[in-house]
T-cell receptor
Framework: GAVVSQHPSRVICKSGTSVKIECRSL??????MFWYRQFPKQSLMLMAT?????????EQGVEKDKFLINHASLTLSTLTVTSAHPEDSSFYIC?????????????FGPGTRLTVL | DAKTTQPTSMDCAEGRAANLPCNHS???????VYWYRQIHSQGPQYIIH???NNETNEMASLIITEDRKSSTLILPHATLRDTAVYYC??????????FGTGTRLQVFP
């Protein structure tokens, strides 16, 4: 399957700082990427849909000013957690939609574990 | 949006076939059934998807009932590395994947 990478894989930061997470589709172009959050022992929760060249669409209850999403190219989307607080500590996972001639599948990155002290 | 129902957990002996059921009785005609799995502390891994015909790839087989109200993911020869949470998802809207709670499959020696 197609490969999606995330960087960093793990980050620890102090409360009040901002953290940027990168998501890259390595072998295909993705006009649409997605950001999820997963708390311990829970399922993935969709946070937002990232569209290349346009504003992201956020799910209900997700603060767009706190979770800034930029999708400036067909292979890169970034999620910035602004003014992070301990309750933002979570596992953040991105996915990228591969829409080829004969395929339409989302592939997921390995995830980024954020710990806010 | 069609929702799915899966058993919370299942066990399977190593080397045997693992059959994971999924109920999606409210699926509409143009919605696909996708299966992903998540091994602890990793991102979900795509397994297979289908619309109405049975599908097979190098990882698994997907059997969809004729009325499309349920499906079964089959891992033909389960190994310990297949221990994971398996998610059955019906894709709604244009592209969103909404995850349920999945089935925790434990493969034992």
């Amino acid at each position: 399957g197609a490969v999606v990478s995330q960087h960093p894989s793990r980050v620890i930061c102090k409360s009040g700082t901002s953290v940027k997470i990168e998501c890259r589709s390595l072998d295909f172009q993705a006009t649409t990427m997605f950001w999820y959050r997963q708390f311990p022992k829970q399922s993935l929760m969709l946070m937002a849909t990232s569209n290349e060249g346009s504003k992201a669409t956020y799910e209900q209850g997700v603060e767009k000013d706190k979770f800034l999403i930029n999708h400036a190219s067909l292979t890169l989307s970034t999620l910035t957690v602004t003014s992070a607080h301990p309750e933002d500590s979570s596992f953040y996972i991105c996915s990228a939609r591969d829409q080829g001639v004969s395929t339409d599948t989302q592939y997921f990155g390995p995830g980024t574990r954020l710990t806010v002290l | 949006d069609a929702k799915t129902t899966q058993p919370t957990s299942m066990d399977c002996a190593e080397g045997r076939a693992a059959n994971l059921p999924c109920n999606h009785s409210t699926i509409s005609g143009n919605e696909y059934v996708y299966w992903y799995r998540q091994i602890h502390s990793q991102g979900p891994q795509y397994i297979i998807h289908g619309l109405k015909n049975n599908e097979t790839n190098e990882m698994a087989s997907l059997i969809i009932t004729e009325d499309r109200k349920s499906s079964t993911l089959i891992l033909p020869h389960a190994t310990l590395r297949d221990t994971a949470v398996y998610y059955c998802i019906v894709r709604w809207d244009t592209d969103k994947l909404i995850f349920g709670t999945g089935t925790r499959l434990q493969v034992f020696p």
